[in-house]
T-cell receptor, first 114, second 111 residues
């Protein structure tokens, strides 16, 4: 049971390049989320998805694009990476259950933009 | 702006002591959750307390919620060196499945 995985775990890229971070979950959870974590800011929501083909902006969506063609995958693309996007990115998923709603997190991707 | 703010930002205690972390939020919530993050890892869910609950226990964890003050606290009793981690509160508003995370408390438990 793999749970939720992210790839790559580490990525170094250059300003202006396109980068895609992958997220895959094996639970068939309806909801998936992308966060970035920076010192002093905790976790900030970038985008989230309630189901396949349904996505919505979070707190800091600028410069990012997401898609959700399959329930289990939720890739995050930086169309033209900037240094300010250097961060640790976490993917998370949760069930469509109003009574619970706890989120399960992947191990993170550490992205450095030079 | 973030919904949750946590206090203190950092806490250092001796093994065996209790650790208390506080969280404040701004709008009405459906539930409030606490997560733990070990260095270099993802967050792990610890405990959830609903808006109609005032206190909840899970092992050595005790969470309280005061909706009139829009605040919550996490108490870890009889702390261990293995409890060293960052702890985050996350609030879920009534009308949303999103969680809004606080900035976290870094706990160091000295052996």
């Amino acid at each position: 049971d793999a749970g939720i995985t992210q790839s790559p775990r580490y990525k170094i890229t250059e300003t202006g390049r396109q980068v895609t971070l992958m997220c895959h979950q094996t639970w068939s959870h309806s909801y998936m989320f992308w966060y970035r974590q920076d010192l002093g800011h905790g976790l900030r929501l970038i985008y989230y998805s309630a189901a396949a083909d349904i996505t919505d902006k979070g707190e800091v969506p600028d410069g990012y694009v997401v898609s959700r063609s399959k329930t289990e995958n939720f890739p995050l693309t930086l169309e033209s990476a900037t240094r300010s996007q250097t961060s640790v990115y976490f993917c998370a998923s949760s069930e469509n259950d109003r009574a619970h709603n706890e989120q399960f997190f992947g191990p993170g991707t550490r992205l450095t933009v030079l | 702006s973030q919904q949750g703010e946590e206090d203190p930002q950092a806490l250092s205690i001796q093994e065996g002591e209790n650790a208390t972390m506080n969280c404040s939020y701004k709008t009405s919530i459906n539930n409030l959750q606490w997560y733990r993050q070990n260095s270099g890892r993802g967050l792990v869910h610890l405990i959830l307390i609903r808006s109609n609950e005032r206190e909840k226990h899970s092992g050595r964890l005790r969470v309280t919620l005061d909706t009139s003050k829009k605040s919550s606290s996490l108490l870890i009793t009889a702390s261990r060196a293995a409890d060293t981690a960052s702890y985050f509160c996350a609030s879920r508003m009534d009308s949303s499945y999103k969680l809004i995370f606080g900035s976290g408390t870094r706990l160091l438990v000295r052996p």
